[in-house]
């Protein structure tokens, strides 16, 4: 079994390995509690790439 976990955006649930399809995973994470943490992380990821653009302009 794999040592990665992944975030199912589709159901919200943690698997551990890449169980679902591709299009329906976020990851991998090193930890269950990680990849719980997925749609957090995605957001924080958004708003510092945002600010980075508009830095850029």
Do not use: Q
């Not at 975030?7 to 991998?28: F, I, K, M």
Request: net charge negative; proline share 7%.
């Amino acid at each position: 079994m794999s040592d990665t976990y992944w975030y199912n955006l589709r159901t919200g649930e943690v698997e551990h390995g890449p169980e679902s399809p591709a299009v329906d995973r976020a990851g991998p994470f090193d930890t269950a509690a990680e990849a719980a943490r997925a749609p957090e992380i995605m957001r924080e990821r958004t708003k510092a790439w945002e600010e980075d653009e508009r830095r850029d302009e």
